[in-house]
């Protein structure tokens, strides 16, 4: 039997991009007595050195995209900005609810004089109050650990820094980057910070519906570009640093005195807003007894803005129950022992209101 017999082998080596080898083997078996003319074999190995090896060229070439810039800085538990080409900051308390559920209310709460945001959020007692609530809280700093709120005090007060477009831009960025019901905007603050509060109120009405603070006035004639919003001041009586009958004393110990205009004490503050809301009457119409504090106030005022003062029986200048200590100077001031929180007095009022 007469039978040809041929192989041809074919080795192809590739090296460059694809990096792979491979050998081709061809059999042709030519058998007069057989009935298949020819057997075909074919075997390909290849290794790759990346998945998209074909095109890795053009992958190197592909730009990584760029991540969103963010309108502040991180500094550890603080979000910063620049104004005035000062760094100002904040810290922020956030629940849950505030990320994946329906808008949520915003505070702004600000410290004392001489006191900072670590220091007040400790003893202001808005984190747990407001986490039952589901209201986002932010604790901005001062700087040189004062407020420009008005006549009185500090490095703030003398170098007129504008500390009301800080917390505006601070509340704009806030309302882009957490879940915030922009008509439930409110402030609080103690001291200097009640000050700074009621400053917001007078200033940027359009922006707060409504104010509820401790232990200080406003402390400036009224904007001419003011609207009507909800308002209420605590104060103890037997605060010694800004007095429940005049806070000239508070502003003296500065070297500071206010004006006839702008000087106020605690009742004095509330029918300073009482003309300022438009309510009815020459006295007030609200007059609530409890055993530690009473209330009196308008309610028959324009936007229905109504006018609280709490009149703390048994509270100094520290309105919390928490100790208050500044790191910076070792002040201490008692807190209250009395069993009320006025951080929660001042929620249950302002969170009554929208714009």
């Given at each position: 039997m007469k039978k040809i017999s041929l192989i041809l082998i074919t080795f192809l080596l590739i090296t460059g991009v694809s990096g792979s080898y491979g050998y081709f083997v061809y059999i042709y078996d030519n058998d007069n007595s057989s009935s298949e003319d020819a057997i075909v074999s074919d075997e390909i190995v290849e290794e790759e050195q990346s998945d998209n090896s074909q095109n890795q060229t053009v992958s190197n070439e592909t730009e990584e995209p760029e991540e969103e810039e963010?309108?502040?800085?991180?500094?550890?538990?603080?979000?910063?900005i620049e104004i005035d080409s000062e760094q100002?900051?904040?810290?922020?308390h956030e629940p849950s609810q505030s990320i994946?559920?329906?808008?949520?209310p915003l505070v702004v709460d600000l410290h004392g004089y001489g006191f900072n945001s670590t220091e007040h959020r400790r003893i202001s007692d808005f984190d747990e109050i407001t986490s039952d609530e589901n209201a986002v809280v932010i604790y901005p700093d001062a700087l040189d650990f004062s407020w420009n709120s008005g006549w009185c005090c500090g490095a703030s007060k003398d170098q007129e820094r504008d500390d009301i477009g800080f917390i505006l831009e601070m509340i704009d960025i806030v309302i882009d980057f957490h879940n915030i019901d922009d008509s439930r905007i409110y402030a609080t603050g103690w001291s200097n910070g009640c000050a700074m509060a009621q400053a917001l109120a007078n200033k940027a009405s359009d922006v707060f519906a409504s104010v509820g603070c401790m232990s200080w006035y406003l402390l400036q004639e009224e904007d001419n570009s003011y609207s009507p919003i909800p308002i209420i001041e605590l104060h103890g009586i037997l605060d010694l640093v800004i007095p429940y009958a005049s806070d000239a004393n508070g502003g003296l110990a500065h070297g500071q005195v206010p004006t006839s205009e702008?000087?106020?004490?605690a009742i004095q503050n509330m029918y300073n807003w009482k003309e300022m809301n438009g309510c009815n009457g020459n006295f007030p119409d609200v007059n609530e007894q409890n055993t530690f504090y009473s209330i009196q106030g308008f309610n028959d005022c324009e936007n229905n803005?109504?006018?609280r003062l709490v009149t703390l029986h048994a509270h100094g200048h520290n309105p919390y129950?928490?100790?208050?200590?500044q790191e910076s100077t070792g002040t201490f001031l008692p807190?209250?022992?009395?069993?009320?929180s006025t951080s929660q007095i001042a929620w249950d009022f302002i969170s009554q209101h929208t714009k």
């Open positions: 963010l309108p502040f800085d991180v500094v550890g538990i603080f979000k910063c100002r900051c904040w810290q922020t994946s559920g329906s808008s949520v702008t000087a106020s004490g803005a109504q006018v129950s928490e100790d208050a200590r807190g209250s022992q009395v069993p009320i």
